[in-house]
């Protein structure tokens, strides 16, 4: 039988009521390690791919290059004009704000049951030496429509479902242009990576507070990891940065640009792409007297498919690097907790 987990305490109340940090929270190495990351240089920029230009007759041949480019070296980009709005943009914000800004009764009627992933809290502790991250989460499943499991989904903000669901249903179609996008990229029929993503293939919300830590030099909002999911999509904080990507072993800040989604793959298109796109690793810095807030959506392929790469990207010179691999997200929850990546067990 399945040990059943103990859950700890939210970030948020360790903030309040903490004069020492729980020593699974901290990073003794930690110091100017965190703090050194590099902003990109004006000769490796940090790719933006501009989504109207993309869908554009007269401009879509260079930016499919950009975006060939970027995900192939950095396996990430900041999208601009993508058909949102900077209103609805800062409403998302902004009911993200005001739930983690309720009394901690009211966030907890909605709070992850143990060894559960959906609802309030922070992330499973599967063993006792775990690395814990310095954040707060709300984490729901908000596609397919009938796995859809309301009691975790909050009442207030008033307007909290609702936007929501415009937001899921804007990025489900913003989905689809770049996957598609993707595949032109890569010479393949515009619907490939949809196709292997199956019938009914999953989106899951995070929102995520990442409160500020004295101690900030050695904690982390997210430890390092790569993402499992096929294309991720955050809305970064308006003003706090946070965000890090490896690149050629060196930490490397995402800047913060207006309206913005930054967008990376992950080692779910890493597979299907057999490795022209890569899934980078990023982490999560903390600051020590602002409070952070971001907004994830990650786009799961159906848990029934089987995944692998696609035949026309395998060939002599490139041949099968990756195992095929099914409800991927299901191990990658485990491996993430230890600090390892999973898509090395599906390496060949």
Known sequence: MAQSEVLGQTVQELVLNS???PKNYIYEEGGAGFRDALLPSESEEFPVVDLHHLTSPSTAHQELHKLHYALNSWGCFQAINHGLTSSFLDKVREISKQF???PKEEKQKYAREPNGIEGYGNDTIFS???RLDWTDRLYLKV??????????????????RSTILEYTESLRQLNEVILKAMAKSLNLEEDCFLKECGERPAMFLRLNYYPPCPMADHVLGLKPHADGSTITFVLQDKEVEGLQVLKDNQWFKVPIISNALVINVGDQIEIMSNGIFRSPIHRAVINAEKERLTVAMFFTPDSEKEIKPVDKLVNESRPTLYRPVQNYPEIYFQYYQQGKRAIEASKI
């Open 19 to 21: 004069e020492t940090l």
């Open 100 to 102: 983690f800004d309720l």
């Open 128 to 130: 006792e030496n775990q």
């Open 143 to 160: 596609q397919p429509e009938d796995q859809r499991k309301f009691k975790f989904w909050p009442q207030k903000p008033n307007d909290i």
